[in-house]
């Protein structure tokens, strides 16, 4: 079940991955590098595994949406630091 849930969460990242490379082809507006991918699958890649990890380690809906929302909020501010730099960060190449 374990090899399961981890496969479904590395094709949903892949899936998602995939986004930004068919966009590439049809216009200049998307361009990302490698290591752009390989960041954001990273990044997807650990908060997938941290929901799985919420969803079996915890009973309680109540809990599950309270750490549940605390990772998604975590991955978005820092998706939105690499993306454009809104605290200004050295990770965002300010």
Request: proline share 2%.
């Amino acid at each position: 079940m374990k090899t399961n849930r981890l496969l479904i969460i590395v094709l949903i990242v892949g899936a998602l991955l995939l986004i930004p490379f068919i966009a590439m082809q049809f216009t200049n507006e998307v361009v990302w590098t490698a290591s752009d991918f390989i960041i954001m699958g990273i990044l997807l890649l650990v908060t997938g595994l941290g929901i799985d990890l919420v969803l079996r380690k915890f009973s309680s809906t109540r809990n599950r949406l309270i750490i549940g929302g605390i990772i998604l909020a975590v991955f978005f501010v820092i998706w939105a630091e690499l993306a454009v730099g809104i605290f200004g960060s050295p990770f965002a190449g300010s």
